[in-house]
């Protein structure tokens, strides 16, 4: 369109577009503001301009068939599996269009992609006869545009009025790796197929896996999503495993199914401690929140609340020797001695006077060993109460010690252990049967202590007494003979030192296991992603320790800073501070590993071909690698400064590199001689400077067009230049970010160009004018990359607030959502073929999203993300406050799931009453019928049996008081018509009268309907226990007949022989111990 040309108007379009046409006959849209209407034109009134009848606009737009025809002007050979193979004269169904250039269809049923200037309209009154030529040429450049003007116009109007949205493919999760264990959690040996020693489980990111230390694989995976592991610990019979989360959350998972078997929401921070009592069957947690909390293994729900440390729980373990007796310590430098029966704490230890990290109980409950923020371990000997002994306060340092006469045992310090390590005591640990202790500190060293039995301790008290008395024969040390506490039995007699563990770096977590031919196995795990298994045989003089296995090369050993793909999406290269990793992307297995020499990598790239990656340093080193010799074949000293940015060239002929010293600097590929001797045929990749553009600012990115026209450079300053690829001249700044832009990307038609930013933002830019579509408030902290789906206008941005987010640029609306990291994110990698999805983060992992054939319909994806939002918070607040019971603390907290069940009671209650009152009679409300219920008693009983064992107690308590009313006017024929539930509804009464004891006392007109719930359940508990009795003696009288006729025993209490056989064990294997004092 050319100054004082005439235009004929053929339709307005929006209020700033016409669509016209010259007089050459081509037919095209332009701004309203760049013309001067003499004739004015109606925006419904279409222009009396008629073109040929195989491309009349008119004959689109009037034509409103449902199923849009176009033909195939030419043959089209897919590319990627998204696109959609066309032949000639191929009539084509189009179903929606992706971008004004690419429309999606389908063909004998095939369904993909195919670009728009290949195709032409067909109105029905029109043979389906097509045009023979080849491929688009210059001289048929007119009747193409007009073609392709008319099918956009005709799409865009017809899908509008059809009330079709564009649709977009789901991506969802496919796997996390390169983590091998988190250094937040703690590790444990585990049993698998009856082998010990050789299985350990670790915490990885919000994951819980078993590790195979031989083969260095994964055996089993346990995941709950979005939170973090902070604690796990099996059940002492292998069957359950207890992991406890950031949020408070306490899952209990099947070893076998590893399945979820129920979920205790019982603290309100991060767990910090969990230990299952000897059978199993209760669970003991502690937390950041001061409390802890004991938990049903069978019933699966929370039973109380123990309150009364100040500060966060570091350890609590079940006592052995006596039943129901829980000891904990905490920061406050407590350690604490409660009883479960009366839920209350009888004896105190407040003799430290820094924080208490970690107790441990030894020999069967003899010893108490705790670690402190010195370097010793304080002792103390737990004794059981006689009437020879009786319990008196005790004087020690000047500090009384009360002992409270309700305490069955005597807590008495006997002295302290020297560590050799350096700071302050981190993990405290014992083996299974309490015989090894392990601790670690600060620096790099396991340090043990093995517990003698008290037959070994005599021995030891007697080879110390003839040494006393030859060298009180000779004269020598009267002075020590006359002191009588020399001849009793002294802590060293009972504790050896055995042989340190040196380890590689500090430990963040270790666990012990003793073997029965006597060889201690230690795991740890490091900071650095890795694990190691040691092993030391107890019985050798001088032994030292010996690395069995470790696991390595399965992770990066510091956090991942950028990631890239390979051109056929089938390998990731990722880098950190000291290497280059290859991976698999279908079985995320490390293929490559490539050492850096202490190079901290910033940015990657593969290099057409993909046999190398470069690699860009913070040094400002660009290393050239070869993959397939794993090996680093060239360093050049690209940059004086932080590389931060490399990208290809359109021609893939070479690479532009940004740097931290102000310069942008072009490379072209070259083969050379390979420098090895031994190779002076070969060739090999090497870069050729070929220009520099010098700037004033630290460049941050640098991204060219894909019509090889600009090149965009982010600056420190916050602004954008755009500068001319071939004469590197400005053409654009793009400023307004108030802080500066660390990533940006160009669209594959160069037309839109997207920043993100530190201040939280993404620009959409147009690359004609420079001027800004829109700012979007994309993350909650700094955008940290970016970067489109390939011939799309929809890019993904990733931020350190962790989450990965997909955008439209078109409509300037975001997708949806991925679950991202832990932490922060770093950077993502969209592969060439848009299906797959790669970032990196601070939690070490590498997350791996795949494209789905789900359509995801956009107003969904906002409607369930407003939804959980709603529900991050509690509309009823997070304290569960009932009046009159201001000191109330249930064993769990208040969740959705508790407020959802509350609601469901009252819907249940208000759908009864109504139901009722029509008699009971007529079709059942929707909402019975959706619990299958036939009647008010079971859709009252069904709505109970749905709430989750660990919340129903909170849901009880959001009811209120006149729902607490209606519902125990139910009860009595509920226990009427259903014995068979009599345990669910008496726990349901018992609760709500305890805590709704004084109102319901007062309330006059309850005490009819208390006296028929009381003599209801009394029968019902009755029938119960009647029918438990019958059965038992009954199997007791059948048990005494076979006995009598077989002189066989059936059954034996295991519980009472148990203690018997461990005892016996014990002293099988201390007879064939022979430990030797290793002095310090």
């Given at each position: 369109m050319c100054v004082n040309e005439k235009i004929y108007l053929l339709r307005r379009i929006t209020d700033e577009w016409y669509m016209g046409r010259d007089r050459r006959g081509l037919v095209g849209m332009f701004p309203v503001n760049?013309?001067?209407?003499?004739?004015?034109?109606?925006?419904?009134?279409?222009?009396?301009?008629?073109?040929?009848?195989?491309?009349?606009?008119?004959?689109?737009?009037?034509?409103?068939?449902d199923a849009i025809k176009v033909r195939a002007l030419y043959h089209f050979a897919a590319e990627t599996p998204e696109d959609l193979s066309l032949r000639e004269d191929d009539l084509v169904t189009v179903l929606y269009q992706i971008t004004p250039e690419w429309?999606?269809?389908?063909?004998?049923?095939?369904?993909?992609?195919?670009?728009?200037?290949?195709?032409?309209?067909?109105?029905?009154?029109?043979?389906?006869?097509?045009?023979?030529?080849g491929p688009p040429q210059n001289n048929k450049r007119s009747s193409n545009f007009v073609r392709i003007v008319f099918v956009?116009?005709?799409?865009?109007?017809?899908?509008?009025?059809?009330g079709l949205t564009k649709q977009y493919l789901s991506y969802v999760p496919d796997a996390s790796f390169n983590i091998i264990a988190s250094g937040r959690a703690n590790v444990s040996f585990v049993t698998v197929n009856g082998i010990d020693g050789r299985y350990v489980m670790v915490a990885a990111a919000e994951k819980v896996i078993i590790w195979n230390m031989r083969l260095g694989e994964k055996v089993a995976e346990f995941k709950r999503d979005k939170q973090e592991v902070t604690y796990l610990r099996a059940s002492p019979d292998q069957k359950h495993l207890a992991v406890g989360y950031a949020d408070g959350v306490i899952e209990l998972f099947d070893f076998a199914n590893k399945e979820s078997v129920c979920s205790f929401a019982a603290h309100r921070s991060a767990v910090s401690a969990i230990n299952f009592d000897l059978l199993g069957l209760k669970l003991i947690s502690g937390g950041l929140d001061n409390d802890l909390v004991l938990s049903d293994v069978v019933a699966h729900e929370g039973k109380c609340r123990l309150p009364g440390h100040t500060a966060p729980i570091t350890q609590v373990c079940f006592m052995q020797r006596y039943q129901d007796v829980v000891v904990s310590s905490s920061k406050d430098t407590q350690i604490k001695f409660w009883n479960l029966e009366t839920q209350c704490c009888f004896k105190t230890i407040v003799d430290h006077r820094t924080e208490v990290w970690g107790?441990?109980?030894?020999?069967?409950?003899?010893?108490?060993?705790?670690?402190?923020?010195?370097?010793?371990?304080?002792?103390?000997?737990?004794?059981?109460?006689?009437?020879?002994?009786?319990?008196?306060?005790?004087?020690?340092?000047?500090?009384?010690?009360?002992?409270?006469?309700?305490?069955?045992?005597?807590?008495?310090?006997?002295?302290?252990?020297?560590?050799?390590g350096h700071g302050r005591t981190i993990n405290l640990v014992a083996d299974v049967n309490g015989q090894v202790l392990g601790c670690h500190g600060t620096d790099k060293k396991i340090e043990l202590f093995y517990f003698c039995t008290m037959e070994e301790a005599m021995k030891k008290l007697t080879k110390r007494m003839k040494k006393l008395d030859t060298k009180n024969a000779n004269g020598k040390e009267a002075t020590a003979s006359a002191n009588p506490d020399a001849r009793q039995l002294a802590l060293t007699d009972e504790i050896k030192r055995l042989p340190s563990i040196p380890t590689p770096e500090k430990v963040k977590s270790f666990d012990l296991l003793l073997g029965s031919r006597n060889e201690l196995r230690v795991c740890c795990t490091f900071l650095k992603n890795f694990v190691h298994l040691f092993a030391l045989d107890v019985n050798k003089k001088q032994a030292e320790s010996v690395t069995l296995h470790s696991i390595t090369k399965q992770g990066h050993a510091s956090e991942v800073r950028s990631v890239s793909f390979s051109s056929d999406s089938l390998a990731i290269a990722s880098g950190s501070a000291?290497?280059?990793?290859?991976?698999?992307?279908?079985?995320?297995?490390?293929?490559?590993?490539?050492?850096?020499?202490?190079?901290?990598?910033?940015?990657?790239?593969?290099?057409p071909g993909d046999?190398?990656?470069?690699?860009?340093?913070?040094?400002?080193?660009?290393?050239?690698?070869?993959?397939?010799?794993?090996e680093v074949i060239e360093r050049i000293e690209a940059h004086e400064k932080e590389l931060w940015s490399i990208v290809l060239t359109p021609d893939k002929h070479g690479c532009v590199t940004g740097g931290g010293d102000t310069t942008v600097k072009f490379w072209s590929f070259e083969l050379i001689a390979s420098p090895k001797p031994e190779q002076n045929e070969a060739k090999v990749l090497s870069l050729l400077h070929k220009n520099t553009l010098k700037l004033e600012e630290t460049v941050l990115c640098v991204r060219l067009s894909q019509n090889n026209k600009y090149i965009a450079v982010a600056l420190l300053d916050t602004t954008v230049k755009i500068f001319f690829l071939d004469s590197l001249k400005f053409y654009l700044s793009l400023y307004g970010h108030k802080l500066p832009v660390l990533t940006m990307d160009i669209s594959y038609d160069s037309n839109i160009i997207v920043t993100g930013s530190a201040d939280r933002t993404i620009k959409i830019w147009g690359m004609d004018f420079g001027d800004c579509h829109r700012s979007l408030l994309a993350h909650d902290n700094s955008v940290t990359s970016l970067q489109f789906v390939p011939k799309t206008h929809l890019f993904f941005s990733c931020g350190r607030d962790g989450k990965v987010k997909q955008w439209d640029a078109d409509i300037f609306q975001k997708i949806i959502t991925l679950p991202g990291h832990l932490g922060e994110a770093y950077n993502l990698a969209v592969s060439p073929n848009g299906r797959y999805v790669v970032s990196c983060g601070s939690d070490r992992t590498l997350r791996l999203f795949e494209r789905t054939d789900e359509p995801l319909v956009l107003q969904d994806v906002q409607e369930e993300e407003r939804e959980e939002m709603e529900n991050a918070t509690l509309a009823t607040g997070e304290d569960s406050a009932v009046p009159g019971l201001p000191g109330l603390r249930l064993a769990s907290k208040k969740t959705i799931g508790a407020e959802k069940g509350a609601e469901n009671i009252l819907e249940c209650l208000e759908v009864s009453k109504q139901y009722e009152a029509e008699g009971s009679k007529g079709p059942l409300p929707p909402l019975m019928f959706a619990f299958s219920a036939g009647d008010t008693q079971q859709?009252?009983?069904?709505?109970?049996?749905?709430?989750?064992?660990?919340?129903?107690?909170?849901?009880?308590?959001?009811?209120?008081?006149?729902?607490v009313c209606e519902l125990l006017e139910r009860i009595p024929k509920l226990t009427t018509s259903r014995r068979d539930q009599t345990e669910l509804i008496c726990k349901v009464v018992l609760f709500l009268f305890r805590v709704h004891q004084k109102p319901i006392v007062n309330n006059q007109v309850l005490l009819p309907v208390i006296q028929e719930i009381i003599s209801t359940l009394q029968g019902a508990i009755g029938e119960l226990r009647d029918m438990v009795g019958t059965n038992l003696?009954?199997?007791?009288?059948?048990?005494?007949?076979?006995?009598?006729?077989?002189?066989?025993?059936?059954?034996r209490d295991a519980t009472k022989h148990r203690q018997q056989r461990e005892r016996r064990r014990r002293k099988r294997e201390a007879a064939k111990r022979t430990f030797v004092q290793i002095t310090k």
């Open positions: 760049y013309v001067e209407v003499k004739v004015p034109l109606s925006s419904d009134e279409p222009a009396q301009f008629t073109p040929s009848a195989t491309c009349s606009a008119s004959a689109a737009v009037q034509q409103r068939s429309l999606y269809g389908e063909v004998n049923g095939r369904r993909g992609q195919f670009p728009a200037n290949f195709i032409e309209y067909v109105p029905p009154n029109l043979p389906s006869k097509a045009t023979n030529g956009k116009i005709y799409l865009k109007m017809t899908l509008g009025k059809m107790i441990a109980l030894m020999r069967n409950d003899d010893f108490l060993v705790c670690g402190t923020a010195d370097t010793q371990l304080s002792v103390y000997r737990i004794a059981p109460c006689t009437e020879e002994q009786p319990s008196l306060p005790l004087i020690e340092g000047g500090t009384v010690v009360e002992e409270s006469t309700v305490s069955p045992f005597r807590c008495t310090a006997v002295g302290s252990i020297q560590r050799a000291e290497s280059l990793k290859l991976w698999s992307r279908s079985t995320q297995a490390v293929l490559r590993t490539i050492p850096t020499d202490g190079g901290y990598v910033v940015s990657t790239c593969f290099v046999r190398h990656v470069l690699v860009g340093l913070k040094t400002g080193q660009l290393l050239i690698v070869d993959i397939v010799a794993a859709f009252l009983l069904s709505v109970l049996g749905r709430i989750r064992a660990s919340d129903l107690e909170e849901s009880l308590l959001l009811l209120p008081f006149s729902a003696y009954a199997s007791q009288m059948l048990q005494r007949e076979v006995e009598a006729s077989q002189g066989c025993a059936l059954f």
